[in-house]
């Protein structure tokens, strides 16, 4: 587990450009401002992927960014820029009685809300499917959030998991306050790499990602959950795939020849109270994967039974 050294809170001008030095001793130079706003996006452009580094996340003002663009791909907005439809009969149905006490009462008997989605415009993954749920859960919202950036835990609730390792880690804490912080944002954040063995696959399956989990915030702009929680106590979770330099492909020494690089373009947990419960928490959760090994036509329906089988694996841990 590799830390980098941010520079102190600046008091001076002189102290505000202190560069940030990456776990070689190296100093960073800033990326350019399209790399920058194109790593933020929901659907990353092509160019703008292929000409990654691996080092555009270790920038707070990337993580401050991608935090948003995640909030914003689980609202209702992102129907701007994302197709959405309901992936199966039982959510299609509940949906078109356009009766939000009927929803909560689903939601409420571990009913899961489930969509599949596509972009509407071109870029790295436009392609493949997005899927997204709505689910009670039977824990906190910061004990959601905190069991989601535990890499130690990771293997209670994905079976396929060989293993998640911290790579690098920025800072520690999902409550982290700004202004004590040594990136100067809040929250927890890290670079991940995570072991999968699907089934009927022979090869492992690799992700490196960036996790950034926070509080939400008022100008988060939230709005209301369908059980009526708000950004208050209230977090985000964000993830996504690393690539260039470093993390730029599999090293095919010796017996990680058996591994294919996956990726998640984006994940996002969008996690709210359940007013009256406290140990429980209203989940949005967005998924946007890249597994070479699954099969475009298939792509859909792995991707909803993986999105589906998560909340049931979370739901098993507290039974």
């Known amino acids: 587990q590799k830390k980098i050294n941010f520079p102190p809170p600046a008091t001076t001008t002189k102290e505000a450009n202190s560069p940030i030095i990456d776990e070689e001793g190296e100093a960073l130079t800033e990326p350019s401002t399209a790399i920058l706003s194109g790593i933020v996006k ?142 100067g944002i809040g929250g927890e954040a890290k670079i991940v790499r995570n072991l999968t063995k699907p089934p009927l696959s022979k090869k492992l399956m690799e992700f490196v990602t960036v996790m950034y989990a926070r509080r939400l915030k008022a100008d988060d702009n939230v709005g209301i959950g369908i059980m009526g929680g708000n950004y208050e106590d209230g977090y985000a979770v964000v993830s996504r795939a690393v690539s260039g330099g470093q993390w730029g492909s599999v090293n095919q020494d010796g017996e990680e020849s058996e591994r294919t690089r996956s990726e998640i373009l984006l994940g996002m947990n969008l996690i709210r109270t359940v ?33 589906v089988d998560f909340v049931r694996d979370i739901r098993a841990m507290f039974n």
């Open 42 to 183: 929901p659907l990353i452009p092509t160019n703008i992927w292929n000409s990654l580094t691996g080092r555009e996340f270790f920038f707070p003002s990337v993580l401050s960014a991608l935090a948003k663009t995640g909030i914003q791909t689980v609202l209702p907005s992102s129907s701007e820029f994302i197709e959405w439809k309901p992936a199966d009969t039982k959510t299609k149905k509940l949906l078109a009685l356009n009766d939000d006490k009927a929803v909560r009462s689903a939601l409420a008997d571990k009913d899961v809300l489930v969509w599949i989605g596509k972009f509407k415009n071109e870029g790295h993954g436009s392609h493949l499917p997005l899927v997204k749920t709505t689910s009670i859960l039977p824990l906190a919202p910061r004990d959601m959030a905190s069991l989601l950036m535990d890499s130690e835990k990771v293997k209670s609730y994905n079976k396929m998991s060989l293993g998640r390792a911290d790579e690098v880690v920025f800072q520690e804490g999902i409550d982290n306050d700004a202004d004590e912080s040594p990136m």
């Open 275 to 307: 007013p009256g419960e406290a140990g429980k928490c209203e989940v949005t959760a967005v998924t946007h994967c890249n597994s070479p090994s699954v099969p475009k036509m298939l792509a859909g329906s792995v991707g909803v039974k993986g999105a």
